[in-house]
């Protein structure tokens, strides 16, 4: 496994937030935890991609403002939070506590706040901007079926 | 979480997006200046550790059209959310279709495009430097962006649609 993430040159200290200067848990620990969190993430990430196709197949057939399209839009913004969101604050956390174990120590923590937070943020609008599209086609539901009662 | 508290959440995340663009475009250009005119060594560290210098003692033609994709992108990308966030504030949980709201949405679809267009272009142009020998700087996010603007095209046509439903339903008696 670290063989083969080595020659994949994977590096398992993650993109993060937080950053300790010298990390306390052990490289197969990164390693493990890399290899789980990314089949979490490529899970959630293929699920969310299967609802959000089977919206656009059936927005294909002029099949727009559909409950079923609703539903699946909510059920796809949901595993697209979990898949972007759950696995790196996780790491934010591990770091974080890592940073307080090495605190003991005369160590310092390195922050990236700035990009780190923003591409956070923007996943998470892009979860809910799919969430509030889920919504919106439930609100024109309701509203063509206003317009099929009126006599 | 009731949609009106996600729209405001949608807000406020905006806004943090918007903002950091807005600095990181400023702080690139300011340092940009100040490497150009005042002390060479400030482009080994642009922007958070935007190391440039290797481009800029190479080329400093070179050096300012990378600058100036980096810029151009920051900017539209805060342009987006700034259209958004104007979205997002003319949106009505109870009553959303409305022409404003679609033609804003097609307006976000477009400048999403064009930002994606303008990445993909900055990642070929990167790719052509590095075959000259000289490192890669970022990931540019092309073909997330142009995905964006793939997804936001068809929801700006569901919001058509929607306000000719609405407008069908005002209409009738």
Redesign the interface.
């Known amino acids: 496994m670290e063989l083969f993430l080595d020659d994949a040159n994977i590096n398992w200290n993650s993109s993060s937030i937080f950053k300790a200067m010298t990390p306390v848990f052990s490289k197969t620990f990164w390693i493990w935890s890399t290899f789980f969190g990314g089949m979490f993430v490529l899970v959630c990430l293929i699920h969310s991609s299967t609802f959000l196709i089977r919206v656009?197949l059936r927005?294909k057939e002029n099949l727009?403002?559909e409950i079923n399209n609703s539903a699946d839009l909510k059920k796809a913004s949901l595993y697209f939070l979990s898949g972007t969101l759950i696995i790196p604050v996780l790491f934010e956390i591990i770091h974080f506590i890592e940073y307080m174990i090495e605190s003991i120590l005369p160590n310092k923590l390195q922050t990236?706040t700035?990009?780190g937070?923003?591409e956070y943020?923007?996943f998470?609008?892009?979860g809910?901007?799919i969430?509030?599209?889920g919504?919106?086609?439930e609100?024109?539901i309701s509203?063509?079926n206003?317009?099929d009662l009126?006599i | 979480m009731k949609t009106k508290q996600i729209l405001e959440l949608m807000k406020v995340g905006s806004w943090i997006i918007f903002i950091g663009f807005c600095i990181k475009a400023g702080a690139i250009l300011f340092s940009t200046v100040i490497s150009l005119y005042v002390n060479p060594e400030s482009a080994e560290n642009l922007y958070l550790g935007l190391d440039l210098s290797k481009l800029f003692s190479y080329s400093q033609q070179y050096y300012l059209y990378i600058i100036s994709f980096i810029v151009a992108i920051a900017v539209l990308q805060a342009y987006l959310f700034w259209l958004l966030i104007c979205t997002l504030s003319k949106i009505l949980v109870e009553h959303p279709f409305t022409e404003e709201v679609a033609k804003m949405i097609s307006q976000i679809a477009y400048y999403a495009l064009v930002t994606g267009i303008i990445a993909y272009v900055a990642d070929k142009y990167e790719s052509w430097l590095s075959k000259k020998g000289l490192p890669t700087y970022q990931d540019w996010g092309a073909t997330e962006l142009l995905f964006m603007a793939g997804i936001l095209f068809i929801i700006a046509f569901i919001f058509k649609r929607g306000v000719e439903l609405q407008q069908e339903n005002d209409l009738t008696v």
Do not use: P, Q
């Open positions: 656009m927005f727009f403002f990236y700035f990009d937070i923003i943020v923007g998470g609008i892009i809910l901007f969430y509030v599209m919504e919106v086609i609100k024109a509203i063509r206003e317009n009126t």
